[in-house]
């Protein structure tokens, strides 16, 4: 690895959502979800391209669409509904990525600091993979980081559903002892207690709520600190199923 790295984010996203359906495509504050998110993506100073990798399933035909669309920068990759993992490979393979990013779409509010970071830290340490501590940031600011070999040994092996459904099990839970890692921790406030992702409707609410204030390119800090200072509305989904 090295400074002309070519870093690719790589994000899934579909229409079948069964707890909260079409729930990327859903408008708020004057675009979808998926929009948004994309611009967030766009903000990352480590990465050289933003990828979708969305289904073949024609149900995504307007996903696909939309996202060419609005943002042509964006490239679309489209692979198999089930087999997470196999998209991802593909996306990496069409996109010619030494560095994966992973966020997944459902994750409105992702810190584009925090992923500049985990991608330093992989160049830094050499690792083959960085995720961030689950432990010390809220759902919905997962990050993972793999380098092209590292993805392209947990395609080739990885036998389980579970494994194949979700990209990172392989390399971070079953076959954790095969890779070098590394895991990014909080190094600023501690957040409050709060649901940054996109599931179910009242984390609908919740977003509509924040990206209406501070707004949907505002800083992973600045909803912190908004959170923090109103915890009624950081209390909005909490009931949610986690």
């Known amino acids: 690895m090295n400074g002309t790295d070519n870093v690719v984010f790589i994000t899934q996203a579909r229409s079948g959502s069964t707890r909260l359906p079409g729930k ?15 611009r967030r993506a766009l903000l990352c100073r480590s990465v050289s ?7 073949v399933n024609p ?3 307007a ?17 198999s509904e089930e087999d997470v993992l196999s998209r991802y490979m593909l996306a990496a393979e069409r996109t010619g990525a030494d560095i994966i990013v992973r966020v997944t779409s459902d994750c409105p509010f992702f810190d584009w600091n925090l992923v500049d970071r985990c991608v330093e830290v992989l160049k830094d340490k050499k690792a083959d993979a960085v995720r961030t501590l689950r432990s010390d940031f809220p759902i919905g600011l997962d990050v993972e980081v793999f380098t092209r070999e590292t993805l392209r040994k947990a395609h080739e092996n990885a036998s389980d559903p579970f494994e194949r459904e979700h990209v990172g099990p392989y390399v971070f839970q079953t076959h954790s002892s095969e890779f070098a890692k590394q895991w990014v921790d909080n190094t600023g406030d501690p957040w409050p207690e709060c649901r940054l992702t996109l599931d179910y409707p009242e984390d609908f609410a919740l977003l509509e709520r924040l990206y ?3 707004g949907p390119l505002a800083s ?10 109103r915890p009624e509305v950081a209390g909005l989904n909490l009931d949610a199923p986690s």
Do not use: I, N, Q
């Open 212 to 214: 209406a204030e501070p």
């Open 59 to 61: 149900k995504d035909d």
């Open 220 to 229: 992973a800090k600045e909803f912190r600190t908004f959170l923090t200072e």
């Open 49 to 55: 391209s933003v990828c979708v990798a969305t289904t």
């Open 24 to 38: 990327v495509m859903k408008a708020v504050a004057g675009k979808s979800v998926l929009y948004w998110f994309l």
């Open 63 to 79: 996903l696909a669409a939309h996202v060419a669309a609005e943002l042509p920068e964006v490239c679309v990759v489209r692979g």
